[in-house]
């Protein structure tokens, strides 16, 4: 989008699903069960003020982004829409060898922006123990000096501290009963969680059963990892039956956390998705698949209820992602999660069979009806999870 602006001509707000009150509230990162990752990798996508307007309507509350761009906590301060900022990668060597670089780095893109900008969380690096192991030894470093810096700042009880791991740290993940740690990782994981422990963080996951299902099609019912009606998988030493992939991921998760000594620590899951194209080999990135697992994910989270190992830990996800993102390298599934059109569009109905788009245009309300009726008091937390809007961006 070159110099456009943005306006919101149609809003539509369902009620759907529970409505339940949310409990938790200090230092934890994510209220609700359903949040977004706010990826920016794009050359096309709404500025930050207009992504506040979309995410407002939209009533997504818990918001991740994966770094700490200035121009977005801005367009984030007042809103009360709660964020979680990244510390890339790039920058774990250095704040690993510096308790005052990761002290300027937190007074620099956290603290500055307090309390206005929400900031709930920071993610220190990004699957770097499923990724090429040159910052293995350097990231409990990187995360011990920033959660120094935070408390140091009396910023412990607002800010958590984590990172989020892939999939590549698990061996044996099936039957979920099996599941552990990667020996090459196990090192350096132990003590990590040990760290997480002990400042109450939980363990979080990014997971992709549209990734699974690619790796084994002739194996996997797609209908299993799009939690339609299947015949599941039964694990026999747990005696427990899945009905969906993605609950048997998590709970292999736990299970691998078990093993290591961790059977306390929750699990979050920090990204989940489906792409919606994909090349070749990638039959199963569709529109169809996209907004199937979309809308059930959607469903399960209102649920709020756990999996089936661990019961008492509702299900909490944020979603990947907000805008397809055309920049991104790899194959083509990886420019095409996004829920969102670059235009602020919705890129595929998920879960409001009442809503046509025909109707999409009777109803004009103006922006400051939205702004008025996008309540972010503490009314607000309790319908993130429940309610929709479809909008509708034109541009001048
Ligand atoms: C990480 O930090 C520790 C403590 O300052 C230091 O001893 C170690 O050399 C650092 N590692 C790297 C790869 O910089």
């Given at each position: 989008m070159?110099?456009?602006?943005?306006?919101?001509?149609?809003?539509?707000?369902?009620?759907?699903?529970?409505?339940?009150p949310?409990?938790?509230?200090?230092?934890?990162?994510?209220?609700?069960?359903?949040?977004?990752?706010?990826?920016?990798?794009?050359?096309?996508?709404?500025?930050?003020?207009?992504v506040v307007?979309?995410?407002?309507?939209?009533?997504?509350?818990?918001?991740?982004?994966?770094?700490?761009?200035?121009?977005?906590?801005?367009?984030f301060?007042?809103?009360?829409?709660?964020?979680?900022?990244?510390?890339p990668?790039?920058?774990?060597?250095?704040?690993?060898a510096s308790e005052?670089?990761?002290?300027?780095?937190?007074k620099?893109?956290?603290?500055?922006?307090?309390?206005?900008?929400?900031?709930?969380?920071i993610?220190?690096?990004?699957?770097v123990?499923?990724?090429?192991n040159?910052?293995?030894?350097v990231?409990?470093?990187?995360?011990?000096?920033?959660?120094n810096?935070?408390?140091?700042?009396?910023?412990?009880?607002?800010?958590?501290?984590?990172t989020?791991?892939?999939?590549?740290?698990?061996?044996n993940?099936?039957?979920?009963?099996?599941?552990?740690?990667?020996?090459?990782?196990?090192?350096?994981?132990k003590p990590?969680?040990?760290?997480?422990?002990?400042?109450?963080?939980?363990?979080?996951?990014?997971?992709?059963?549209?990734?699974?299902?690619?790796s084994d099609?002739?194996?996997i019912?797609?209908?299993?990892?799009?939690?339609?009606?299947?015949?599941?998988?039964?694990?026999e030493?747990?005696d427990i039956?899945?009905?969906?992939?993605?609950?048997?991921?998590?709970?292999?998760a736990?299970?691998?956390?078990?093993?290591?000594?961790f059977?306390?620590?929750?699990?979050?899951?920090t990204?989940?998705?489906w792409?919606?194209?994909?090349?070749?080999?990638?039959?199963?990135?569709?529109?169809?698949?996209?907004?199937?697992?979309?809308?059930?994910?959607?469903?399960?989270?209102?649920?709020?209820?756990?999996?089936?190992?661990?019961?008492?830990?509702a299900l909490?996800?944020?979603?990947?992602a907000?805008?397809?993102?055309?920049?991104?390298p790899?194959?083509t599934?990886?420019?095409?999660?996004?829920?969102f059109?670059?235009?602020?569009?919705?890129s595929?109905?998920?879960?409001f069979?009442a809503?046509?788009?025909?109707?999409?245009?009777?109803?004009?309300?103006?922006?400051?009806v939205i702004?008025?009726?996008?309540?972010?008091?503490s009314?607000?937390?309790?319908h993130?999870?429940?309610?929709?809007?479809l909008?509708?961006?034109?541009?001048?």
């Amino acid at each position: 989008m070159k110099r456009g602006k943005l306006f919101v001509q149609g809003l539509y707000l369902l009620l759907l699903w529970s409505n339940d009150p949310i409990v938790a509230w200090a230092a934890e990162a994510f209220i609700g069960t359903y949040g977004i990752n706010y990826g920016r990798i794009a050359d096309n996508i709404p500025s930050p003020d207009e992504v506040v307007t979309l995410l407002r309507a939209a009533k997504i509350r818990n918001v991740r982004i994966y770094d700490a761009d200035h121009s977005v906590l801005k367009a984030f301060s007042g809103t009360g829409l709660d964020l979680v900022v990244g510390l890339p990668n790039g920058n774990l060597k250095d704040v690993n060898a510096s308790e005052d670089h990761a002290l300027d780095w937190v007074k620099e893109n956290v603290q500055s922006f307090l309390p206005d900008t929400r900031i709930r969380g920071i993610a220190v690096g990004n699957e770097v123990l499923g990724g090429s192991n040159e910052l293995w030894s350097v990231l409990l470093g990187a995360v011990k000096n920033v959660y120094n810096a935070v408390k140091k700042l009396q910023l412990d009880d607002v800010v958590q501290i984590t990172t989020a791991h892939s999939s590549a740290v698990f061996a044996n993940s099936y039957p979920p009963s099996s599941c552990k740690f990667n020996d090459n990782v196990d090192q350096y994981m132990k003590p990590l969680l040990a760290f997480f422990h002990e400042i109450g963080s939980p363990f979080c996951l990014n997971a992709y059963p549209f990734l699974a299902y690619l790796s084994d099609p002739g194996n996997i019912d797609v209908n299993y990892a799009l939690f339609q009606k299947t015949q599941g998988i039964y694990d026999e030493k747990n005696d427990i039956h899945y009905d969906n992939m993605l609950d048997a991921i998590i709970d292999a998760a736990y299970v691998a956390l078990e093993d290591a000594g961790f059977k306390k620590m929750e699990v979050i899951v920090t990204e989940t998705g489906w792409a919606s194209k994909g090349d070749s080999n990638e039959a199963a990135a569709t529109v169809d698949n996209a907004r199937t697992y979309n809308y059930n994910l959607r469903k399960r989270l209102a649920l709020r209820k756990g999996t089936p190992l661990r019961p008492k830990y509702a299900l909490k996800a944020y979603i990947f992602a907000l805008f397809n993102e055309n920049q991104k390298p790899g194959p083509t599934s990886e420019r095409n999660y996004g829920l969102f059109k670059p235009d602020g569009s919705i890129s595929y109905e998920i879960g409001f069979p009442a809503l046509k788009s025909s109707s999409a245009t009777s109803l004009r309300v103006s922006l400051k009806v939205i702004q008025a009726r996008a309540c972010f008091g503490s009314n607000f937390a309790v319908h993130v999870a429940s309610t929709v809007i479809l909008i509708l961006f034109s541009r001048f």
